[in-house]
């Protein structure tokens, strides 16, 4: 009886994946980084640059005095921390894109944003799968940004240059081995 249970137990093992990683594809969750990373820095340019949020202790010093320290409301950690609740929300506007030069897939940005722009791409590239697709794109957004949430939030709030490449290649691995695009999302 033993011997038939270490058996079928060396099975489950031998057709279970090895790394959760090997089960992503690839297009959709380095999309879909990307897509939070340009989604993020249109939230961050709509906000005033005036505005300024104290943070501190809000202690009072034995001479009671108070360390109270302003830094711009864009890209402190309680701003970037509510952007990032709400971000996965647009990856509606999204659709998966296939370039008609290079027949490489990825998912873009078809609808325009707010405040008048009316710039709209041609739709004939774009396949519209319905419901479907833009639920993986978000289910893939949420895992992102679950999984990335402390990286992303030090990029932005540091302003560092070259986000994508940083969170999507360096540090989480989604886009390891795709060609960069010339254009962003």
């Given at each position: 009886?033993?011997?038939?249970?270490?058996?079928?137990?060396?099975?489950?093992?031998?057709?279970?994946?090895?790394?959760?990683?090997?089960?992503?594809?690839?297009?959709?969750?380095?999309?879909?980084?990307?897509?939070?990373?340009?989604?993020?820095?249109?939230?961050?340019?709509?906000?005033?640059?005036?505005?300024?949020?104290?943070?501190?202790?809000?202690?009072?010093?034995?001479?009671?005095?108070?360390?109270?320290?302003?830094?711009?409301?864009?890209?402190?950690?309680?701003?970037?921390?509510?952007?990032?609740?709400?971000v996965c929300d647009s990856m509606s506007?999204y659709a998966l894109y296939s370039d008609?030069?290079?027949?490489?897939?990825?998912?873009?940005?078809?609808?325009?944003?707010?405040?008048?722009?009316?710039?709209?791409?041609?739709?004939?590239?774009?396949?519209?799968?319905?419901?479907?697709?833009?639920?993986?794109?978000?289910?893939?957004?949420?895992?992102?940004?679950?999984?990335?949430?402390?990286?992303?939030?030090?990029?932005?709030?540091?302003?560092?240059?070259?986000?994508?490449?940083?969170?999507?290649?360096?540090?989480?691995?989604?886009?390891?081995?795709?060609?960069?695009?010339?254009?962003?999302?």
């Amino acid at each position: 009886m033993v011997p038939w249970i270490i058996q079928i137990g060396l099975l489950a093992l031998s057709v279970l994946p090895r790394d959760s990683q090997g089960m992503k594809d690839q297009v959709l969750y380095c999309s879909a980084c990307k897509a939070v990373v340009s989604e993020l820095n249109y939230s961050i340019s709509q906000v005033d640059p005036k505005k300024t949020i104290n943070i501190g202790s809000f202690r009072l010093n034995p001479d009671g005095s108070m360390i109270d320290k302003k830094v711009p409301l864009a890209r402190s950690e309680a701003h970037l921390s509510e952007l990032l609740e709400r971000v996965c929300d647009s990856m509606s506007d999204y659709a998966l894109y296939s370039d008609p030069n290079t027949q490489e897939k990825h998912y873009q940005r078809f609808a325009p944003r707010g405040n008048g722009d009316k710039t709209f791409p041609d739709f004939k590239n774009f396949k519209f799968d319905g419901p479907e697709a833009s639920g993986a794109l978000k289910f893939a957004c949420e895992s992102v940004v679950e999984e990335l949430e402390d990286d992303i939030i030090t990029l932005f709030a540091e302003d560092a240059d070259h986000v994508v490449d940083k969170l999507c290649n360096q540090i989480s691995d989604y886009c390891k081995g795709v060609k960069p695009r010339s254009e962003e999302l």
